[in-house]
Nanobody, 128 residues
Framework: QVQLVESGGGLVPAGGSLSLSCAAS????????MGWFRQAPGKGRTFVAAISWSGSSTYNADSEKGRFTISRDNAKNTVYLQMNSLKPEDTAVYYC?????????????????????WGQGTQVTVSS
């Protein structure tokens, strides 16, 4: 059983930056592919970025390419999402998620139904 706790959300003006963290416990973190999703008010959950358990492969949603960067530190059991040039439409609750990948160290997971473990989310609000 893996527990995920996100942190780093807050209120930021448009054009600003935030760095989200997701700390994992309860499992062998380095065998889990990780992802970030978000859910804006009144909308469904959407994919933001994903990283393989080795960290060698990453993938971003088109709308975030060039602005958001996902990374991980397996020694700290933590995955990060660096968000730059934030826009009001980035306002959402951001969730991290974990998918056990065994020996598949370069695989990224981009669909939410393939993730088994989820954090409670952290609110990001971008003011215009």
């Amino acid at each position: 059983q893996v527990q995920l706790v996100e942190s780093g959300g807050g209120l930021v003006p448009a054009g600003g930056s935030l760095s989200l963290s997701c700390a994992a416990s309860g499992g062998t973190f380095r065998h889990y592919a990780m992802g970030w999703f978000r859910q804006a008010p009144g909308k469904g959950r959407t994919f933001v970025a994903a990283i393989s358990w080795s960290g060698s492969s990453t993938y971003n949603a088109d709308s975030e390419k060039g602005r958001f960067t996902i990374s991980r530190d397996n020694a700290k059991n933590t995955v990060y999402l660096q968000m730059n040039s934030l826009k009001p439409e980035d306002t959402a609750v951001y969730y991290c998620a974990a998918a056990k990948m065994g020996d598949l160290q370069t695989i990224v997971v981009i669909t939410d139904e393939d993730y088994k473990y989820w954090g409670q989310g952290t609110q990001v609000t971008v003011s215009s």
